[in-house]
T-cell receptor
Framework: AQSVTQLDSQVPVFEEAPVELRCNYSSSVSVYLFWYVQYPNQGLQLLLKYLSGSTLVESINGFEAEFNKSQTSFHLRKPSVHISDTAEYFCAVTPRGGFQKLVFGTGTRLLVSP | EAGVTQFPSHSVIEKGQTVTLRCDPISGHDNLYWYRRVMGKEIKFLLHFVKESKQDESGMPNNRFLAERTGGTYSTLKVQPAELEDSGVYFC??????????????FGPGTRLTVL
């Protein structure tokens, strides 16, 4: 079985500041890792994913996440946030190669203020 | 390409009533998933269809929940009778697992269900 921990339920930051949203997972098998984002009054959108290859993955809007196998982490970072990044961010994992479900963390609400 | 769509976007019902949620996956996606988020908690898996067959329904909370996917296209999730604890946001996701598939689930906007 898998589990995902997002320790920070809420992260307030000022615009243009850097941010890191933490995600740790537990699994007895290799996994794929995902970050999803939910903007206010919208559905879940895929932000970025790690399937294989380079452990550093990037999104089109400046976020990046690094898969660290030894620390079982997949933290999400952005060097300079915008007001429009205000949203809830969910880390999720699923076993490699299967048809299986996503296991989500509890989500981190990023609040960006001017 | 149209994304995953869900209907209705909101539903408010009385305890004991019946509600049916619908999900239309991305065209050609053979895998369809239902998830639920109860207020403030994590998004939890309910069940998984491969085409019209239930692959995994281990997350279904009880027999008041019935999911179908006739013909392997759209899916419905019926709650009968609804209880207060069924309130939450119900998400549907779809994925294409065949050649060229990316192991990525694409989510719909969700249905917010409120049981009074």
């Amino acid at each position: 079985a898998q589990s995902v921990t997002q320790l920070d339920s809420q992260v307030p930051v000022f615009e243009e500041a850097p941010v890191e949203l933490r995600c740790n997972y537990s699994s007895s098998v290799s996994v794929y890792l995902f970050w999803y984002v939910q903007y206010p009054n919208q559905g879940l959108q895929l932000l970025l994913k790690y399937l294989s290859g380079s452990t550093l993955v990037e999104s089109i809007n400046g976020f990046e996440a690094e898969f660290n196998k030894s620390q079982t982490s997949f933290h999400l970072r952005k060097p300079s946030v915008h007001i429009s990044d205000t949203a809830e961010y969910f880390c999720a994992v699923t076993p490699r190669g299967g048809f299986q479900k996503l296991v989500f963390g509890t989500g981190t609400r990023l609040l960006v203020s001017p | 390409e149209a994304g995953v769509t869900q209907f209705p976007s909101h539903s408010v019902i009385e305890k004991g009533q019946t509600v049916t949620l619908r999900c239309d996956p991305i065209s050609g996606h053979d895998n369809l998933y239902w998830y639920r988020r109860v207020m403030g908690k994590e998004i939890k898996f309910l069940l998984h269809f491969v085409k019209e067959s239930k692959q995994d329904e281990s997350g279904m909370p009880n027999n008041r929940f019935l999911a179908e996917r006739t013909g392997g296209t759209y899916s419905t999730l019926k709650v009968q009778p609804a209880e207060l604890e069924d309130s939450g946001v119900y998400f549907c996701a779809s994925k294409f697992q065949g050649p060229g598939g990316t192991d990525t689930q694409y989510f719909g906007p969700g249905t917010r269900l409120t049981v009074l």
